[in-house]
């Protein structure tokens, strides 16, 4: 497909020649994202470096189309795809095998239960939105994150190399070649992106969703694509003032991109009230101060091992964060330590893919040919998706079910019938991902014996505490509550008057003994505090109001001490503050306290509910908070006992024969 224009004109073109200070550029921010990535809390903004990549693809690729467009009069989509992919393909399908295989060994089992999605995700580019609808700032705080998180930056710059290419070639047509109409596309498409980020940041979006969001990080990407428009233009590309300009603005606003590095926080809102497209503008006069040659800016650049560094920073990116993920999972090295250790591996390894792989498949020395291109990498793309499947596959928990997906079906409406019949007692759980894991266990045994109670739906969410007000602070990083948990009342009320229960079972805990803020930026308190104990103690209150209101009794599982951070049974090297048994201890008190208020309302202790906690737990809990699918279902009959014993001893009826309409 090319753009119906005019002929080339007869002015010379104005190409982009090879600047060593933008593959500077490059490597400096890949060294700002290692060191974020690291553990190490040097660079705290360092996230914003991810920001810089993606202005300077925008610029980059946007150049290349102008060029060829100047050059030809039109622009090969076929061409500029089939470029693209031999330069992004190839060495992503080796990381995305690479990390699949390595997985069998090193993996947890919150990363193994995700490994088959979070691949397949990132082979086709779609990881960022597969991030959000996961919900991966809850993974930051409690489970351990994916080993293809870093994929979300290379799904939203391949998302914007299909899109851009058919923007400008359809503009460049419809408006006869004419760049100024597709400038005023590009600051259209920038503005749209930038309100559009506004809007979901003031209804309630989540970090998750503004940060991973292809929508709203477009207008970074855009935002290189109109300095590329301006920059290409058939004149001399910088008068003297002009150069003048950019020698003072471009070590300032390389200076300040350093400043923010060094002091930003990724939970601030205003980032996406127009504060990353700020930060974009930044990187555009960095990139200019690279673009001029002379000046500070492009004396830091073009030092030679940033240079380097830059050369190789695709199959660095790639293979950085696994490495050092893992690394961080299995050592209990110092965050520093690890990262020398890592560094030169990751560094060198990437040196010998742009070597020997990378490299001359970039030149056409490997087949090139759309006849012979086209099904190595279609039989590649298949090869690496088998893998992913067939890992998956070996490594899947032994207790999955093996049944025909036909028979499954037929048992669960079985089931579901014997349940509607049934006049035991209901059961409902409320409250967050604990209670979710622990109904798991509960709803499965009343499918076995609905005779003996029934489970219902209730409302439990990850991530969702009493507490809302403000952000969280977990395992270091803060963590802003979902929408949904904002809404938790709401929710829970609508739940218990759709489908009372005789028992409306609530577990809370992990997220109540987190560091947070009662206020949108407030200060950080914690249980124990009176401030923070008096609005716990409303919230628990609250909680019970709703629930009795359509629930005949609510029965508070005492929730036992955490151990943030830990891994496959494994604790970390130095414990969170939240996993503080004195916080939890402090937390059951006050359950203690509000149930004392109503006859209806009752605490079961933790060794009634959950007898292994002393002896078990690491078996249990494998990541120090929640049961597993396997220990819910063990634990499940114990629990069951104990919810049914508390009912019976309120209603003095048998537990079986409820008279229920």
């Known amino acids: 497909m090319t753009t119906l224009s005019p002929p080339p004109t007869t002015s010379p073109p104005v190409r982009l020649a090879y600047e060593p200070s933008l593959d500077g550029l490059l490597g400096l921010a890949l060294m700002a994202i290692i060191v974020y990535h690291s553990g190490l809390d040097w660079a705290p903004g360092a996230f914003l ?150 809007h979901l940041e003031s209804t309630g979006a989540t970090t998750d969703r503004l940060y991973f969001g292809t929508d709203v990080r477009c207008a970074e990407l855009f935002a290189g694509a109109l300095l590329a428009l301006w920059w290409m233009r058939r004149d001399e590309p910088l008068s003297d003032r002009t150069r003048r300009g950019v020698r003072v603005l471009a070590p300032l606003a390389f200076a300040a991109m350093l400043v923010s590095w060094l002091v930003a926080d990724l939970s601030e809102r205003i980032f996406y009230r127009g504060g990353l497209l700020a930060y974009a503008g930044l990187t555009l006069l960095v990139i200019l101060g690279c673009l001029d040659g002379v000046g500070p800016v492009s004396l830091v650049t073009r030092w030679r091992p940033l240079v380097w560094i830059g050369t190789i920073s695709y199959g660095a990116y790639l293979l950085h964060y696994p490495v050092l993920l893992w690394f961080g999972q299995r050592s209990s090295l110092p965050a520093l330590v690890r990262l020398l250790i890592a560094l030169p591996f990751v560094l060198g390894a990437a040196h010998l893919s742009v070597r020997w792989f990378e490299g001359p498949i970039r030149r056409g020395e490997l087949p090139s040919r759309p006849r012979v291109a086209g099904p190595i990498a279609a039989g590649a793309i298949v090869v690496t998706a088998a893998l992913i499947m067939v890992v998956s596959a070996a490594v899947r928990p032994a207790d999955a079910v093996d049944l025909d997906a036909a028979e499954q079906w037929q048992r669960f409406v079985e089931q579901t019938e014997a349940q509607q019949r049934s006049a035991a007692p209901r059961i409902g759980f409320f409250g967050d991902s604990s209670a979710l894991m622990t109904s798991r266990g509960i709803a499965s045994l009343s499918l076995e014996d609905p005779d003996r109670f029934v489970s219902t739906q209730g409302w439990t969410m990850l991530g969702c505490g009493v507490l809302t007000g403000g952000d969280r602070l977990v395992r270091g990083e803060l963590i802003p509550p979902d929408q949904e948990c904002v809404d938790w009342e709401q929710l829970w009320a609508d739940s218990s008057a759709e489908q009372g229960s005789d028992v409306a079972v609530v577990q809370l805990g992990p997220w109540e003994v987190v560091d947070q803020q009662l206020e949108p930026g407030g200060p950080l308190l914690h249980i124990g505090q009176p401030e923070f104990d008096r609005e716990l103690t409303e919230r628990l209150e609250r909680a019970i109001e709703l629930l009795l209101a359509d629930n005949e009794q609510v029965v508070f599982l005492a929730p036992p001490p955490i151990d943030v951070g830990r891994i496959d049974s494994r604790s970390p090297a130095s414990p969170w503050v939240e996993s503080d048994p004195a916080r939890m201890a402090r937390f059951r008190e006050l359950l203690d306290t509000v149930a004392a208020g109503d006859p209806r309302v009752r605490v079961v202790p933790v060794e009634d509910w959950y007898p292994y906690v002393d002896t078990e737990d690491r078996r249990l809990r494998p990541d120090g908070v929640h049961l597993s699918e396997t220990t819910s279902i063990e634990l499940a009959p114990s629990i069951a006992e104990q919810l049914l014993t508390v009912h019976q001893e309120r209603t003095g009826s048998d537990r079986t024969a409820l008279d229920r309409p």
């Open 49 to 198: 470096s991810v920001s810089t990549f993606f202005t300077l693809s925008g610029f980059l690729i946007t150049a290349l189309l102008l060029a060829e467009h100047q050059r030809d009069g039109a622009i090969s989509l076929r061409q500029f795809w089939s470029r693209r992919l031999r330069r992004l393909l190839p060495a992503s399908l080796v990381a995305i095998a690479a990390i699949t295989a390595a997985a069998i060994w090193l993996a947890d089992s919150t990363q193994l239960a995700r490994l088959r999605g979070d691949a397949l995700a990132s082979l086709a580019y779609v990881a960022n939105w597969r991030f959000i609808a996961a919900g991966d700032s809850y993974a930051a705080g409690f489970e351990s994150a994916s080993p293809f998180t870093h994929f979300w930056t290379l799904a939203i710059e391949e998302q914007f190399y299909v899109a851009l290419p058919l923007v400008v070639v359809l503009v460049l047509a419809v408006a006869r070649g004419s760049r100024r109409v597709l400038g005023a596309v590009f600051v259209a498409l920038t503005a749209a992106s930038l309100l559009w980020s506004i």
